[in-house]
Structure formats: structure tokens, C-alpha cells
């Protein structure tokens, strides 16, 4: 069965630093992989996805996302940490409609 | 564009008490599913449609829970009886058919407390 796994529960950066959060998928065949972000109270918005093609994408608010096949990892990476993108994280995997969600990720940003 | 929209946002009731949670996927989607959201289980798949018919149900909890999708733009969720345990935040989400690639596109959930 397919699994996610996100390293660390919970990420502290300080605003400006670099952000880098962690997943790893379980899979035979490489599935479609996404990351979510969720807001306190809110659903999870689509942060960005890869399907098939150039294997580092790019999201919304400034991320991005690389796709290493070697590593079975679709780690999430921003340059330069906002207040604002204080909330936590899901990466997604699936190859059918179905998807598998992590853990989550807490990411706090300190000013 | 509107997007999935569910009601109640929030609910709280006794014990004993039926539950119906209700869920509007995004016009055209085609795809329906229901999940469970607790700080101890994480984000959980109830149940998914395809077509208005349940494909997977293996994640629905026990008989109490129950899931019916009428038609293309309603969809309903409900626990009867409940219990405290039920407590956590339910989400619906729906997606258009693709090549599996197409994102799901979640609601606010409803935020459910059973006293």
C-alpha cells in the first residue's frame, strides 16, 4: 500500500530564512504528488502538483517542489520564509483519484 | 467560482444524537469524497464517488457512519448514532475526471463536537 511520510510534525524558521519541509512516498510506481496548505479553520488549498515532465515545480506564495525518483522525496522549498505562510503542510500521493495524505506539517515562522 | 461548499460549519449535539453533514461539489466535478480529520489519526478517507456511486467506502469507521450521494451537486454524511469519539473536522472535497492528476479541491469542513 502506497504510503507518505513528512519529516518533522512540526518546522520553526525565522521570517526571511530558508524553508524546507520533507516527503517521502512509498510507491512502486511514482504517483502523482501534491502539497496542500491548510489555515487555521480552513480547508486544504492546492499549494502545487507533479504529474509527469520537468521534475521541480512551481506553486503558489513562492513555492516550489522537486521531484527526485532516486530519492522517492517531493521535498517543499521556499527561498525566503513570510509571516504569513505560518500553517501547516500536507504532501499527497496517488496515482488513481485516490490520494494518501502525510501527517501534516506545522511550519512556524518567527519574527 | 464557487467552490465546495459545506454545511454546518459547525455542530455540536448530544450523545445519541443523529448527525448530518452536508457537502456541494464544484459544478462539473464528478469525483466526491468524504474525510475525517483528528490531531491523533491525521487526515482520513471515508469514502469516495465517482459518478454520484460510492467506489470506496473501506475507510468508513463502522455501520453508525453512512454516506448517500443523490445527485451530482449534493452529497450527504451521517452518524447515527453519535458518540464522542466522532468528534474531529470532516471535509469534503471533489475533482473533475482526468488522468488521476486532476487536485482535489477541499470545503472549510464542518467542525463537529458530540457532548
Known amino acids: 500500500a502506497q504510503s507518505v511520510t513528512q519529516l518533522g510534525s512540526h518546522v520553526s524558521v525565522s521570517e526571511g530564512a530558508l524553508v524546507l519541509l520533507r516527503c517521502n512516498y512509498s510507491?512502486?510506481?511514482?504517483?502523482?504528488l501534491f502539497w496542500y496548505v491548510q489555515y487555521p479553520n480552513q480547508g486544504l488549498q492546492l499549494l502545487l502538483k507533479?504529474?509527469?515532465?520537468?521534475?521541480l515545480v512551481k506553486g503558489i506564495n513562492g513555492f516550489e517542489a522537486e521531484f527526485k525518483k532516486s530519492e522517492t522525496s517531493f521535498h517543499l522549498t521556499k527561498p525566503s520564509a513570510h509571516m504569513s505562510d505560518a500553517a501547516e503542510y500536507f504532501c499527497?500521493?496517488?496515482?488513481?483519484?485516490?490520494?494518501?495524505f502525510g501527517q501534516g506539517t506545522r511550519l512556524t515562522i518567527n519574527p | 467560482d464557487a467552490g465546495v461548499i459545506q454545511s454546518p460549519r459547525h455542530e455540536v449535539t448530544e450523545m445519541g444524537q443523529e448527525v448530518t453533514l452536508r457537502c456541494k461539489p464544484i459544478?462539473?466535478?464528478?469525483?466526491l469524497f468524504w474525510y475525517r480529520q483528528t490531531m491523533m489519526r491525521g487526515l482520513e478517507l471515508l469514502i469516495y464517488?465517482?459518478?454520484?456511486?460510492?467506489?470506496?467506502d473501506s475507510g468508513m469507521p463502522e455501520d453508525r457512519f453512512s454516506a448517500k450521494m443523490p445527485n451530482a451537486s449534493f452529497s450527504t454524511l451521517k452518524i447515527q448514532p453519535s458518540e464522542p469519539r466522532d468528534s474531529a473536522v470532516y471535509f469534503c472535497?471533489?475533482?473533475?475526471?482526468?488522468?488521476?492528476?486532476?487536485?482535489?479541491?477541499f470545503g472549510d469542513g464542518t467542525r463537529l463536537s458530540i457532548l
Open positions: 472535497a471533489s475533482s473533475s475526471t482526468g488522468s488521476g492528476n486532476q487536485p482535489q479541491h
Open positions: 510507491s512502486s510506481v511514482p504517483p502523482y
Open positions: 507533479y504529474t509527469t515532465g520537468a521534475t
Open positions: 499527497a500521493a496517488g496515482r488513481a483519484q485516490k490520494l494518501v
Open positions: 459544478s462539473g466535478h464528478d469525483y
Open positions: 464517488f465517482n459518478n454520484n456511486v460510492p467506489i470506496d
